[in-house]
């Protein structure tokens, strides 16, 4: 099974593109090239927020997504799990464990969730606003 592919709620809750949707992004997101790929799964006045940091619009997101490689030399994220707000809603929560290496060959892993919502943009279901929750301290730890 790839580390992308969560399991969802009986039920239906999480429509099947949601799902797709995040599978991609995730991969994505493990790409350390893959910018402009990242940026173009926002619309292009989407709000990041990521800790006490908040990214709004295409140039911060760009930016912040290049930052996210500076000193991260892998990153690999495990989606476990995708809940709905409600049955065929935009709003989503997921959560995963991620593993990751810096550049200067310490390592690590931590829990994660984070809550998105979605629309239709451009013709494409893209994300308006992205919000991750991520113990900073297993960063710190890193060995």
Do not use: C
């Not at 790929?37 to 997101?61: C, L, P």
């Not at 959560?95 to 013709?123: I, L, M, P």
């Amino acid at each position: 099974m790839s580390q992308y592919t969560a399991s969802v709620p009986s039920g239906g809750q999480v429509r099947p593109e949601i799902q797709t949707f995040f599978e991609e992004f995730y991969k994505v997101t493990d790409t350390p090239d893959a910018h402009e790929q990242y940026v173009d799964m926002f619309t292009s006045d989407a709000k990041i927020i990521m800790g006490v940091n908040e990214y709004n619009g295409r140039n911060e997101i760009i930016q912040f997504r290049h930052g996210m490689w500076e000193k991260v030399a892998s990153r690999s994220h495990n989606l476990i799990q995708l809940f709905a707000f409600s049955e065929g809603s935009n709003d989503l929560m997921a959560y995963g464990t991620v593993g990751f290496q810096f550049k200067d060959g310490r390592k690590g892993t931590a829990d994660w969730g984070a809550r998105s919502h979605f629309t239709k943009a451009d013709g494409h279901l893209k994300m308006d606003f992205y919000q991750v929750y991520l113990d900073s301290a297993a960063m710190a730890r890193a060995k």
